[in-house]
């Protein structure tokens, strides 16, 4: 797929999605997702609609045998079988609750999505985030002349003044493992690690292509040598749905902010963000402006590998 979106991003025309339509669940709000992929399927030859599940469209409940009594007006089951029927393919974005990740890890609208569906269905993030791993792998071997193998990859924490997602931090970690880079995952402490099925996975990547995945809490040591560094901030898995106990933890970890000092100690390592991104507070000025920044060319990517999953979906 990556070799068929450097050929879109060259100015290959698919006709793949000619007469075809993608349908697109928004349960969470999207800039970069939502417009590449309308105007990826538009390139393609076909078209997208977007639905947001109460705004424009019926609250949705999940779970099998409730009783529909509150708010929401269709259950899944019809929701995914009737997009199914209209549409070619069908995109998914619902973040987690935050509440309780024992739950948030069973990613279960996504799966209910899938389990109904009867065409193929894409994670457009949930607690994982393929789509922007992709553009940011397509991004790194655009800039390391296609060879990743051995590159360090620090994979930093940041603060930010929400708990957020874990899921570009997910699918990061494992890509670039995936893809033999020796990666360093930093973060304050064992609280910010990443839920161990990721973990597993990234190490078990890594040890197939010989190298490692390293998690340090040590600032210097992350930097030093890095060819690459990815910045996300994600809240502490074990204080899920406890905010409040979180919060005076995290206010004490801003100096994890990617700053020029930082980049210096690296051996001239490119940086990015999956965006949206809060400029002096997760990232400094100097460095997000600075020729280092690859940050809008995975956004930009992000288009391309769109419509290679498209294309890749839509093969007989």
């Known amino acids: 797929m990556l070799d068929d979106a450097r050929s879109l991003k060259a100015g290959l025309r698919g006709n793949e999605f000619e007469g075809k339509t993608l349908g697109l669940l928004f349960f969470n709000p999207s800039l970069r997702t939502r417009t590449s ?42 929701v995914a079988r009737v997009l199914s029927r209209y ?25 209910a999505v899938a389990e109904y569906a009867t065409v193929p269905v894409i994670n457009l993030e949930t607690i994982s985030h393929p789509c922007q791993e992709l553009a940011l792998m397509l991004a790194l071997q655009e800039k390391f002349g296609g060879q990743v193998d051995g590159k360090k990859f620090v994979l930093t924490w940041t603060y930010h003044p929400k708990p957020l997602n874990t899921a570009v931090a997910n699918s990061a970690l494992m890509i670039a493992a995936k893809f033999g880079m020796d990666v360093t995952l930093l973060c304050p402490n064992e609280e910010y690690l990443l839920d161990p099925r990721y973990m597993d996975a990234a190490r078990a990547s890594a040890a197939a292509n010989g190298r490692t995945v ?26 899920f749905g406890r905010w409040q106990d979180e919060k005076p933890m995290r206010d004490t970890l801003k100096h994890f902010i990617v700053d020029e000092a930082k980049m210096k100690k690296t ?31 995975e956004a930009e990517n992000r288009l391309h590998v769109q419509k290679a999953i498209m294309r890749r979906l839509m093969v007989p």
């Not at 109460?54 to 929401?72: L, N, Q």
């Open 37 to 78: 992929f309308e105007i990826g399927a538009r390139q393609l030859g076909g078209a997208a609609v977007v639905l947001e599940p109460g705004k424009g469209a019926w609250p949705i409940a999940f779970d099998p045998g409730v009783v529909m009594d509150g708010d929401e007006e269709e259950h899944i089951s019809e």
């Open 87 to 111: 549409c070619d393919l069908i995109g998914v974005r619902a973040f987690p609750k935050f509440a309780d990740w024992s739950k948030d890890r069973e990613d279960r609208v996504l799966r």
């Open 214 to 239: 390293t998690v340090t809490h040590d600032i210097d040591a992350a930097y030093r040598g890095a060819n690459m560094v990815y910045a996300k901030s994600w809240g502490a898995i074990p204080y």
């Open 267 to 297: 051996d001239g390592a490119f940086f990015s963000h999956c965006l949206p991104v809060r400029r002096n507070v997760k990232v400094t000025d100097a460095v997000l402006d600075s020729p280092a920044c690859i940050a809008i060319d």
